[in-house]
């Protein structure tokens, strides 16, 4: 059984830092493509980050970039995404996906998420 | 950035009725477009990929159409438990987008 797991979510203040880590099991982790999506309160989904299956390329959406990066210890079978220079606007819960490429394309399994709150 | 434009943003329908909801891109996007379903408090659900490959395990009075810029999710007889939020996604290309979602209510 496939399963997702994330952790490392709080309460942080505008400009602190948080490290989300997915703990993966079920697949063979360094076969997949890993990302990361959030939604923040009562909102809709907001793509974050990608890596590839053997983390030499990451993508992510512009108002993240140079503050967020997304890595991956195959070993551990873990994704992380390290958050600085946090902003309230990240508040949000962040889910981790397996991203399925092939002749189609598509997130099918999320974990349960992690809630990120950035508040003063 | 590719912009999908999801509508209705809200539907009132009662269980038995067939449902459309529709998804439009901004540009085309090669069929890359997958449907999920959100219940409160819950992950999202993959119900569809590649536009119209039912996802295992999914009912299969679910359904996805379209091609272009154009898609819809249809779901052919609502049942009680399919009232929940419903959301396209594009993996074409980054940044990869989502539409605003569709909250599918009781009537």
């Known amino acids: 059984e496939v399963q997702l797991v994330e952790s490392g979510g709080g309460l942080v203040q505008p400009g602190g830092s948080l490290r989300l880590s997915c703990v993966t099991s079920?697949?063979?982790?360094?076969?997949?493509?890993m990302g990361w999506v959030r939604q923040a309160p009562g909102k809709g989904l907001e793509w974050v980050a990608n890596?590839?299956?053997?983390?030499?390329?990451?993508f992510y959406v512009d108002s993240v970039r140079g503050r967020f990066t997304i890595s991956r210890d195959n070993a551990k079978n873990t994704l992380y995404l390290q958050m600085n220079s946090l902003r309230a606007e990240d508040t949000a819960l962040y889910y981790c996906?397996?991203?399925?490429?092939?002749?189609?394309?598509?997130?099918?399994?999320w974990g349960q998420g992690t809630v990120a709150t950035v508040s003063s | 950035d590719i912009q999908l434009t999801q509508s209705p943003s809200f539907l009132s329908a009662s269980v038995g009725d067939r449902v459309t909801i529709t998804c439009r891109a901004s540009q085309g996007i090669s069929g890359h477009l997958a449907w999920y379903q959100q219940k409160p408090g819950k992950a999202p659900k993959l119900l569809i990929y590649g536009t119209s490959t039912l996802q295992s395990g999914v009912p299969s009075g679910f359904s996805g159409s379209g091609s272009g810029t154009d898609f819809t999710l249809t779901i052919s007889s609502l049942q009680p438990e399919d009232f929940a939020t419903y959301y396209c996604l594009q993996f074409k290309s980054y940044p990869l987008t989502s539409g605003g979602g569709t909250k599918v209510e009781i009537e």
């Open positions: 890596i590839k299956a053997d983390g030499g390329e990451t």
């Open positions: 996906v397996r991203y399925v490429r092939g002749n189609n394309y598509y997130f099918d399994y």
């Open positions: 079920g697949f063979i982790f360094s076969y997949y493509y």
